[in-house]
């Protein structure tokens, strides 16, 4: 198994993803156990001291001109979890619990924020013994970091909140008691340093991109599917063209768009016809398509520049050298996470034009709603309302998290991010895309059938045939939920994917572009 270094290594949004899911061990080098130490110890240093250190011998937010007792250090970093665990609502995803776990440490790790060894251990060993804390969705701001779902993931630490362990939510108290642990106790700081950060809408920030990189190449796909289906032109795909307005995002499309048609009897039947072109849907998926992945790769830069920061305060740079400052506002991620939010959203608006443009029954041997005998059958004319409320719902959800701001602690937090919300929202869009393209998907496969025995290229063919393995044509109305679902599990599964890979190594064909790299997750 193949190793990572916590607070040494260049963390990316894959190997986060794969720490989580232990696909990769995480490990602390004695270098950086040497550096945690060291912190560790200039924090003990000033709170025995005289002089005022935010956060290590005084109170916090609005309380920061209290002075605290040396004495009282470790029930000022205790009281401090439990007074700021007010977060309600479900818990969220196991999996972003974890990668919030994994992002904390390698925060921590890097020896600026005064936390014991012993602590980031504990934190190492609850990832590598499935022990992890219940955190509830709501309750951050994004300003002072994620302060209430931090404190919830830390209750634990002290023996106190709930934590998933062994396929159910118990007491943290009961699954230290089954491995004969007891709770920690904390030292100056160390509170502090758990709950400052972004790691609670940064974790959600890795899942953003990994799902919406997921969902950009399943667009190409089904989109590319639906230019068969109705016989659009691939005209508007052509190098020369996207070579004038050179955005990577168009260039790379485009050229996926060419690939995933090369070979197509069906493309090629109709080279010559009389249409001048084609509606936007089909016609502008480099330029809609292209701005989503423009979009992307702004998110991946930024998440990726915070997940390898340190985003606690106060920053210890040595026992004479520390600095109260901002790093744990959450506004250079979330504004990426809004504008991701609406590059999704768009990738379902697109789609979703598409769904009803294939209901028409303007191209040339597709029937109106995609079946020969209507009337008596309404065909696939229903689905379209789904696609139609999921893309409504999330236009709704696309209004900017981060234009809102409601002060907090006294006045003392006066402008906050709201990026945990908005980092909600954008998962949120992303699952409804997910099943929007799943739907464009079942109706593309359906329009291409009327165009039998034309073939499409070797790789669309063969994902023509996955699809068909799983739902076949609708010849007169039934019940099609099975058939959306199934549809929509092989968008979320990447399988598409895959096969396209597959085929186009087996068979010599191009299927990745120059720009590949550059999207690459």
Known sequence: MNTFQYGQDQLTVGTALQLARKEIKGELSSETRDKVQASALAVANIAKGEKAVYGINTGFGPLCTSKISAADTQTLQENLLKSHAVGLGEPIPVEISKLMLVLKLQALAQGFSGIKLETLERMLWMLENDVIPVVPIQGSVGASGDLAPLSHLFLPLLGLGKVHFAGEITTSRKALKHFNLEALHLGPKEGLALINGTQFMAAYGVMVVDRLHNLLVHADITGAMMIEGLMGSIKPFSPELHQLR????????????????????????????????????????????????????????????????????????????????????????????????????????????????????????????????????????????????????????????????????????????????????????????????????????????????????????????????????????????????????????????????????????????????????
């Open 246 to 521: 050179p955005f990577a995002g168009n260039k790379h499309v485009a050229q996926t768009i060419l690939n995933l048609l090369h070979e197509s009897e069906i493309v090629n039947s109709h080279l010559n016809c009389a249409r001048v072109q084609d509606p936007y849907s089909l016609r502008c998926m480099p330029q809609v398509h292209g701005a989503s992945r423009n979009a992307w790769l702004h998110l991946k830069d930024a998440i990726e520049t915070e997940i390898n920061s340190v985003t606690d305060n106060p920053v210890v740079f040595s026992e004479d050298h520390t600095i109260s400052g901002g790093s744990f506002h959450g506004q250079p991620i979330a504004l990426p996470l809004d504008y991701a939010c609406l590059a999704a959203s768009e990738l379902g608006n697109i789609s979703d034009r598409r769904i009803y443009l294939s209901l028409e029954g303007d191209t040339p041997g597709v029937p109106k709603l995609l079946l020969k005998e209507t009337g008596l059958n309404s065909g696939l004319m229903i689905p379209q309302y789904t696609t139609a409320a999921l893309a409504s719902e999330n236009k709704g959800l696309c209004f900017p998290a981060s234009a809102d701001s409601i002060p907090t602690s006294l006045g003392q937090e006066d402008h906050v991010s709201m990026g945990s919300i908005g980092a909600r929202k954008a998962l949120q869009v992303i699952g409804n895309v997910e099943k929007i393209l799943g739907i464009e998907l079942f109706y593309a496969a359906q329009a291409m059938d009327f165009h039998s025995p034309l073939k499409s290229g070797k790789v669309m063919t063969a994902i023509h045939a996955h699809v068909r393995k799983s739902i076949t044509p609708v010849i007169n109305d039934r019940v099609m939920t099975e058939d959306m679902e199934a549809a929509i599990e092989m968008i979320q599964s990447g399988e598409l994917i895959e096969i396209a890979n597959q085929v186009a190594k087996e068979e010599n064909l191009p299927f990745e572009t120059e720009w590949s790299k550059l999207f690459a997750c």
